[in-house]
């Protein structure tokens, strides 16, 4: 009985120590890329919305239309048709002089369609108490930053592994973000999403929005009725324009500038903001998790605590796919699991090697 009761106290007092150790190694983010890099495999695999459209400066583009940059009389001339659509949002900068007159002309086209965004850049930042700050801004030059109907800054975020997952929707500055002020035309509201770090929940691969050459709005060849009441992205999609990033969904290919935009647009438009679950849930999961296995071994066969545990832990990885596809939640992969297996490992050594000197003095005895 005695020892049984010994068995229990190190059951538990393991579990619950090796439960602390994966808590604080948590919460000072050890492992946090590995755990960046399982949940990418999550994204995507949804539908992207059909009045959502790219005008892609792609290969076709430049093949047709001359090498870039274009002379502005081709913006002019592609803006001029896009009337119908029920907001255009430009990720093409325009922050450089190019003819006043060229340019007076593209600025009265732009206020005429009165639905543009057009982008500006932060080129500096200062954080103050956690809060982002724009100082220093590229805007668009002349008679242009006045005729569009809003304004947006087109920075995206990267994280330390090259992947960029995020934006940030709330800078402190005079201009909001390039997605919101597309928003808040289309809806004619404020998205209220303000996050330094608000994380994309990308559709699909590159290439899952409708898309069309530019060249084929200049040339004609584009129905323009086909984009009444759109949503228009233009933007580069050329590789050799060099404006794309890795995000989640890549797979070795990487997303367009503009493409990223576009998932943000479709993120406001559905509300399906992802959410990393609290660390205090978290903290709660390694320790429920390390404790059950625990007591499960000082309760169990060794044999049926294996396959228990086994299942427990599919089906939290299970469960954390679930909630991603289903309620928007991002569980953290590594620690509970973690929690489980060293739990695990350790509760059955100890076992072994008490039951071996428990066997031994025995042995002793006669």
């Given at each position: ?6 068995e229990l106290r190190?059951s ?5 120590t090796?439960?602390?150790i994966f808590?604080i190694l948590?919460l000072?983010?050890?492992f946090?890329?590995?755990q960046?890099r ?12 059909n009045?959502?459209v790219?005008?892609?400066i792609?290969?076709?583009?430049l ?11 081709v913006f002019?001339?592609g ?9 255009v949002g430009?990720d093409v900068?325009?922050f ?7 340019d007076?002309?593209?600025a009265?086209?732009?206020k005429?369609?009165?639905n543009f965004?057009?982008?500006?850049e ?6 103050i108490s956690e809060?982002v700050?724009?100082?220093?801004v590229?805007t ?7 005729s ?12 330390s592994?090259?992947v960029?997952r995020a934006?940030?929707t ?6 909001d ?10 809806i004619?509201?404020?998205?209220g999403?303000?996050e330094n770090?608000?994380l ?5 691969r ?5 898309t069309?050459?530019?060249?084929d ?11 009444k009441?759109?949503i ?5 999609t050329s590789p ?23 998932n ?5 438009i559905?509300?399906?903001n992802l959410?990393?679950?609290s660390?205090?849930?978290?903290v709660?999961?390694?320790?429920a998790?390390?404790?059950l ?9 060794a044999?049926?605590?294996t396959?228990i545990?086994g299942?427990?832990l ?8 679930i ?5 928007n939640l991002?569980?953290n992969f590594?620690?509970p ?5 060293f739990?695990?490992?350790?509760v059955?050594?100890?076992?072994y ?6 066997n031994q003095e025995?042995?002793?005895a006669?």
């Amino acid at each position: 009985m005695q020892a049984r009761k010994k068995e229990l106290r190190y059951s538990i007092g393991i579990s619950l120590t090796l439960a602390f150790i994966f808590s604080i190694l948590f919460l000072l983010g050890i492992f946090s890329n590995i755990q960046l890099r399982l949940t990418d495999n999550l994204y995507g695999g949804k539908n992207a919305m059909n009045n959502i459209v790219i005008l892609a400066i792609d290969d076709k583009s430049l093949q047709e239309l001359g090498r870039w940059p274009w002379n502005r009389e081709v913006f002019v001339k592609g803006f001029s048709r896009l009337n119908k659509t029920a907001v255009v949002g430009v990720d093409v900068a325009f922050f450089e002089k190019y003819d006043l007159n060229v340019d007076k002309e593209l600025a009265a086209v732009i206020k005429q369609n009165n639905n543009f965004v057009l982008p500006v850049e932060y080129t500096q930042f200062e954080s103050i108490s956690e809060q982002v700050m724009g100082k220093e801004v590229m805007t668009p030059v002349g008679d242009l930053i006045s005729s569009a109907k809003g304004l947006g800054y087109i920075n995206i975020v990267t994280d330390s592994d090259g992947v960029t997952r995020a934006v940030n929707t709330n800078v402190q500055g005079e201009y909001d973000s390039f997605a919101n002020s597309v928003y808040k035309i289309f809806i004619g509201k404020d998205s209220g999403v303000k996050e330094n770090r608000l994380l994309i929940n990308f559709v699909g691969r590159p290439g899952s929005f409708t898309t069309y050459s530019f060249s084929d709005l200049i040339n004609g060849k584009l129905d323009v009725d086909s984009l009444k009441d759109k949503i228009i992205f233009v933007g580069a999609t050329s590789p050799d324009l060099h404006d794309d990033y890795f995000v989640p969904t890549s797979k070795g290919k990487a997303m367009p500038g503009v493409e990223v935009h576009a998932n943000i647009m479709q993120q406001l438009i559905n509300k399906d903001n992802l959410h990393e679950v609290s660390p205090l849930l978290t903290v709660l999961l390694i320790f429920a998790i390390a404790l059950l296995t625990g007591l499960m071994l000082y309760r169990f066969h060794a044999m049926i605590t294996t396959i228990i545990v086994g299942l427990v832990l599919i089906a939290y990885i299970v469960l954390g796919v679930i909630l991603f596809d289903n309620a928007n939640l991002i569980v953290n992969f590594i620690y509970p699991i973690l929690a489980g297996v060293f739990s695990y490992v350790f509760v059955v050594l100890y076992f072994y090697f008490f039951e071996k000197k428990t066997n031994q003095e025995l042995l002793n005895a006669f």
